[in-house]
């Protein structure tokens, strides 16, 4: 009877997650100690134990005082918490901007394209597209990578023309003739104003006024223009 002195070996195992790498722990036992370990082969160490390793495929080597190798697999897994939600699909009118709201424990941040984005670098840039932009943001905690997506849909904006400021003798009025998209119109102050709501308007004003005149479109999107009339006395 030949008593058998090839070592064996157990293996415990931490997987890996975003932050910290997964780690094995080596149980040898055999007549001839000490050993010695290897990932590789190649490169043996005294420690039993082995850190901060990736994800995926492992080889563990243990190596006997008398040179006798044997071998064993270990696959650790990867913990990935990370995810990243951005705002919903919106849209906003030509010349409008707004601020994303990013819920997400990444420690970095990545905007795609970069067009029209304040800085692609962080969680919650401002986003003023010129065109209709799908968004791609990318979001990483170490060796873990989340994204999410937003539609930035661009729908014509207003324009609005009050007219050019003028001067007019007290007791005249003006023929006030604006311009710009279609939707609804207010003047602001209306005081000594024929109309509020009209593009054109006569103004009777009796001191030197500011009118602004002020268009909601259809779909939601303003704009606003000053004319300053001058009275002479």
Do not use: E
Not at 37 to 64: C, E, H, R, W
Not at 130 to 151: K, P, S, V
Not at 170 to 176: E, K, V
């Amino acid at each position: 009877f030949v008593k058998k002195l090839t070592p064996s070996m157990a293996l415990v195992k931490t997987d890996a997650n975003c932050s910290v790498g997964g780690t094995i722990t080596v149980s040898a036992t055999g007549r001839r100690a000490p050993f010695q370990y290897s990932l590789n082969g190649t490169a043996y160490q005294t420690s039993n134990m082995f850190i901060n390793l990736p994800a995926g495929l492992q080889t563990v080597y243990v190596k006997d005082n008398a040179g006798c190798v044997i071998t064993q697999q270990a696959t650790l897994g990867l913990s990935n918490f990370l995810a990243v939600k951005t705002n919903n699909d919106t849209t906003i009118c030509h010349g409008a901007s707004f601020t994303t709201n990013t819920i997400s424990s990444a420690a970095s941040f990545n905007w795609s394209p970069s067009a029209g984005v304040s800085n692609p670098a962080i969680a919650n840039p401002v986003l003023s597209p010129q065109n209709t932009t799908q968004y791609t943001l990318t979001a990483t905690l170490g060796t873990c990578i989340a994204t999410d997506q937003l539609n930035v849909m661009v729908i014509p904006g207003a324009t609005i023309n009050a007219g050019p400021d003028i001067s007019i003798i007290a007791g005249d009025s003006y023929a006030i003739t604006g311009s710009g998209s279609q939707g609804n119109y207010s003047w602001t102050p209306g005081n000594n104003l024929s109309s509020v709501n009209t593009l054109t308007t006569n103004a009777s004003p009796t001191i030197t006024t500011t009118h602004t005149l002020s268009v909601t479109t259809t779909n939601g999107c303003t704009a606003s223009d000053d004319i300053r009339i001058t009275v002479i006395p």
